[in-house]
Antibody, heavy 117, light 110 residues
Framework: EVQLVESGGGLVKPGGSLRLSCAAS????????MNWVRQAPGKGLEWVSS????????YYADSVKGRFTISRDNAKNSLYLQMNSLRAEDTAVYYC??????????WGQGTLVTVSS | QSVLTQPPSVSAAPGQKVTISCSGS????????VSWYQQLPGTAPKLLIY???KRPSGIPDRFSGSKSGTSATLGITGLQTGDEADYYC???????????FGGGTKLTVL
């Protein structure tokens, strides 16, 4: 059974940093591209970033470019999102999602990031 | 403002049929596959339709997808109260080099 479990969310002050993790199991993690998608409270889905299976290709939404860094460790079956210079508008539930590759076929349960003073 | 345009809400009675539209452009829907996601209240999104019109294993055939030009449509027949959810379309945008989603459509089964 495919499982994606996010962690690392919490309350952080504006300008602060946070690192999210996504632990994958039930599939060959190193064969799939992975993504982060976020959802602000009461709002729709917003794609944040994607990383190819070997980390060769990385993409970011303009809203996070230069502040967020996606990475992965295939030996640990883990996906990461380093978030720096956080802003109030980054407050959201952050989901990791497997790339199928034309869609996101599995999603984690999400981790809440709150940016507030 | 989302790159893909969906109606904010749709509603229909149990047993009826509803369609949800998703409008884009040549840089996204026009030249890429469309997927649809269902998000039940308080849960993570779930893949409903991929590659415009394919259903993952376990998704009932009451759910269907289609695409024409720069628009896509999700159809749901035999509506059930359990179908009440937010529905999102998504696709790759070649100009933005990223994934784009519609703003979401809230389905109410009256």
């Amino acid at each position: 059974e495919v499982q994606l479990v996010e962690s690392g969310g919490g309350l952080v002050k504006p300008g602060g940093s946070l690192r999210l993790s996504c632990a994958a199991s039930g599939f060959t993690f190193s064969s799939y591209s992975m993504n982060w998608v976020r959802q602000a409270p009461g709002k729709g889905l917003e794609w944040v970033s994607s990383i190819s299976s070997s980390s060769s290709y990385i993409y970011y939404a303009d809203s996070v470019k230069g502040r967020f860094t996606i990475s992965r460790d295939n030996a640990k079956n883990s996906l990461y999102l380093q978030m720096n210079s956080l802003r109030a508008e980054d407050t959201a539930v952050y989901y990791c999602a497997r790339d199928a590759p034309t869609d996101f076929d599995y999603w984690g349960q999400g981790t809440l990031v709150t940016v507030s003073s | 403002q989302s790159v893909l345009t969906q109606p904010p809400s749709v509603s229909a009675a149990p047993g009826q049929k509803v369609t949800i539209s998703c409008s884009g452009s040549s840089s996204n829907i026009g030249n890429n596959y469309v997927s649809w996601y269902q998000q039940l209240p308080g849960t993570a999104p779930k893949l409903l339709i991929y590659d415009n019109n394919k259903r993952p294993s376990g998704i009932p055939d009451r759910f269907s997808g289609s695409k024409s030009g720069t628009s896509a449509t999700l159809g749901i027949t035999g509506l059930q109260t359990g179908d009440e959810a937010d529905y999102y379309c998504g696709t790759w945008d070649s100009s933005l080099s990223g994934v784009v989603f519609g703003g979401g459509t809230k389905l109410t089964v009256l």
